[in-house]
């Protein structure tokens, strides 16, 4: 194995590449470019699991997207971020909305804070930047408290985020800092947090990017906001910058999921979910306590995070519609059909109805009164019924309903998920409980999502819009 003590940076140098991390971070505008990111920070907050009352603290917070999704959720909240010009941006923000978070200046490899002060530590593509990961890894685990989770999500190498930062290191030197995307790599992840953890969990995600305008203006956001893309081009001339444009604009029409004049591109990303062990690392005066946590069913668990993520991402788009948009109806069979309002209600009422007939197939017995003539009677109905109901009720309905479902699917066992019995909707073929809730419960969500994007041109409130 190379030594380390012959290749390690000094701490001079160590110090002026922070320096240069800092300038970096502190240009462009975070919190606009943040704006756009909200809809899957509040998937990855879900995830965390957090509790009313528990302490908080997001590393390398930028301004605040995360912290203040955890404190609108009842939790006590620290941030912290080496980019003090978004910091103020954040405590401007939570002043706003009167919430109570400390926000303070604060380095992922030295963080301000005392021993196992936190019940969940976590960093959202953030702390993954910092040039020395082991003592980020050592300084996340040092301020969780034993029984608590240090979550992180960080871009892989192989996703979309992953390749651009890819294209753009063929333009400018190294940094001479190990590789951001190495938290990407499972198995550099284990290493990194080796000691002081008791249980280790990683899941490969999806990050989504949407913008309501094209790829060419997607990567002239990027320049103009985003500190590490402004700097990129910040180093080249006329020609470099006309050529790393080139690349980023074809980098993102190769990826670009949308279906008219938007942008929308996924980005995989690593979650990193650790238990804060208390027997392998001693913390004078931290209170012991593990997490009374039944054991983990990652098929279920992961059946469940989908229904969870194709409701908040219909509430997310629905929810930034103007109130002519909301109420325009739907082609379907290419005639007016339905309007949104009543699509997106209808999708939340659905849920418990499905998770029942994949219960029954989970057990064993067919389901064979459901026809499709059946289907077509209660959606009649429904919009009859629910015609008027307020876009405020039935976002709730959607969250609550989806949410429910999604912890119903959790207690499924692998046995159950696997066990087929014939199903009228599926011509009588003997269908998993698992296919029931895939094509119904999970699909059903991004099915209307795609079709009310379609119908209302893919426009949304632009998040910058709501700046002040």
């Known amino acids: ?66 912290a203040l999704i955890a404190a609108r959720a009842g939790a006590i909240v620290s941030g912290c971020d080496i980019a003090t010009n978004w910091l103020e941006r954040a405590r401007a923000r939570a002043a706003q909305e009167r919430l109570n ?33 082991d003592q980020v ?99 080249l001339g006329a020609e470099g910058q006309a050529q ?35 027997d392998t690392v001693r913390i004078s005066g931290a209170t012991s306590i593990m997490p009374d946590r039944k054991p983990h069913n990652r098929r279920a668990a992961l059946l469940a995070d989908r229904i969870e993520e194709g409701a908040t991402r219909l509430a997310d788009f629905v929810g930034g519609l103007s109130s002519e948009q909301w109420n325009s109806p739907v082609v379907e069979s290419g005639q007016p059909g339905r309007s949104v309002a009543v699509i997106v209600h209808h999708v939340a009422s659905m849920y418990p109805i499905e998770v029942n007939v994949a219960r029954t197939v989970a057990s064993g017995n067919s389901v064979i009164d459901v026809t499709w003539e059946a289907v077509a009677d209660i959606n ?19 969250r609550k309903n989806s949410f429910e479902a999604a912890a119903a699917v959790r207690e499924f066992t692998d046995e159950e998920l696997d066990r087929a019995a014939p199903f009228s909707l599926s011509h009588g073929a003997p269908v998993t409980a698992q296919f029931v809730l895939e094509d119904h419960a999970v699909r059903h969500s991004w099915h209307h999502l795609a079709r009310i994007r379609k119908a209302v041109g893919q426009t949304s409130q632009n998040p910058a819009s709501r700046i002040q």
């Open 1 to 66: 194995m190379t030594s380390r003590a012959a290749v390690s940076p000094t701490t001079s140098d160590i110090d002026q590449l922070k320096v240069r991390l800092k300038a970096t971070w502190m240009t462009g505008d975070y919190d606009i470019f943040s704006r756009y990111l909200e809809p899957d920070a509040h998937l990855f907050f879900r995830r965390l699991g957090v509790e009313p009352g528990q302490k908080l603290l997001d590393v390398a917070c930028g301004a605040g997207q995360l």
């Open 101 to 133: 978070i400390s926000f303070q200046e604060g380095d992922a490899e030295e963080l301000p804070y005392g021993d196992a002060q936190f019940d969940v530590v976590t960093s959202l593509v953030g702390a993954m930047f910092a040039p020395q990961p």
């Open 137 to 235: 890894a050592a300084e996340l685990t040092r301020v969780c408290r034993p029984g608590g989770k240090i979550v992180m999500a960080n871009w892989t190498a192989q996703g979309f985020i992953g390749q651009m930062f890819k294209a753009i290191a063929r333009y400018i030197a190294p940094s001479g800092m190990p590789s951001p995307l190495l938290w990407g790599d499972e198995t550099v992840v284990r290493e990194r947090f080796r000691h002081g953890i008791l249980d280790f969990r990683c899941t490969r995600r999806f990050y989504q990017f949407e913008y309501p305008f094209a790829p060419e203006l997607v990567v002239d956001f990027f320049r103009e906001n985003y500190g590490p893309m402004a700097r990129a081009f910040d180093a």
């Open 244 to 278: 790393l444009k080139a690349d980023l604009v074809a980098l993102w029409k190769s990826h670009n999921r949308a279906t008219d004049i938007g942008t929308l591109v996924d980005s995989e990303y690593l979650e990193v979910v650790a238990y804060r062990g208390e």
């Open 380 to 398: 009649a109905r429904h919009a009859g019924e629910f015609s008027k109901a307020s876009r405020e009720a039935t976002l709730d309905l959607l």
